[in-house]
């Protein structure tokens, strides 16, 4: 009788477990992780970036970053939030861009061929270029405007230094002209792809 109840209480809870996770995040939880990601990028570029060259973080698994993460929250004098951020980064950035868990979006493969005219200046796409760019933690690596990390180049001027198309090709397959490269390939559209472009060519040259 007693382990018939328990199986059933057992059965019960998985069940429940299996609703909440299929359940919708609410957007204050979607706003938070992307927060969290985004300070986690900074935190990995200013921290990690003092003794190390920062690796890519497709190069470890998720459970490689978490045993890392504690280590070097020892070594490095981390607080407990800092190494939650960066892992919060790391492993958003480790994961397939299509079936990433917590930012609330199914992100199509585009084509590593994109190709186009001249940017968009219409605000609205320069608007949403400048959110992703907030939502994609791009500060965590690159100076933008008058802040950011300096493991990846400046993007103020890349347009015009680069092009649009190469930027373009970057965007969809960050590894295309540098096999070592350590930029995540976040699975971006089309669409995200000419939205960031529109905002990158607003950026200026000054370093």
């Known amino acids: 009788m007693m382990r018939n109840q328990l199986k059933q209480a057992l059965l019960s809870s998985a069940l429940g477990?299996?609703?909440?996770?299929?359940?919708?995040?609410?957007?204050?939880?979607?706003?938070?992780?992307?927060?969290s990601v985004t300070?986690?990028?900074?935190?990995?570029?200013?921290?990690c970036g003092r003794c190390h060259n920062p690796r890519s973080p497709l190069e470890r698994s998720d459970?490689?970053?978490?045993?890392?993460?504690?280590?070097?929250?020892?070594?490095?004098?981390?607080?407990?939030?800092?190494?939650?951020?960066?892992?919060?980064?790391?492993q958003a950035s480790n994961s397939d861009p299509r079936e990433r868990v917590g930012l609330g979006e199914t992100v199509p493969q585009p084509s590593p061929e994109v190709r186009g005219g001249p940017p968009s200046t219409d605000p609205a796409t320069v608007a949403r270029g400048k959110e992703l760019v907030a939502q994609k933690a791009c500060v965590g690596c690159h100076v933008i405007e008058n802040t950011g990390g300096q493991i990846g180049p400046s993007l103020n001027g890349v347009v015009q230094?680069?092009?649009?198309?190469?930027?373009?090709?970057?965007?969809?397959?960050?590894?295309?002209?540098?096999?070592?490269?350590?930029?995540?390939?976040?699975?971006?559209?089309a669409e995200e792809i000419e939205a960031l472009l529109a905002y990158l060519a607003t950026l200026g040259s000054g370093r």
Do not use: C
């Open 17 to 35: 477990l299996g609703v909440a996770l299929t359940l919708p995040r609410p957007p204050a939880a979607i706003a938070q992780q992307q927060a």
């Open 63 to 90: 459970r490689d970053w978490v045993t890392i993460a504690n280590h070097m929250r020892v070594r490095a004098n981390l607080t407990g939030g800092q190494v939650r951020d960066v892992l919060a980064f790391l």
């Open 39 to 47: 300070e986690g990028a900074r935190v990995y570029g200013r921290m």
């Open 161 to 189: 230094r680069r092009g649009a198309d190469f930027v373009r090709r970057k965007l969809a397959d960050p590894t295309f002209n540098n096999a070592t490269s350590m930029m995540p390939n976040f699975g971006l559209s």
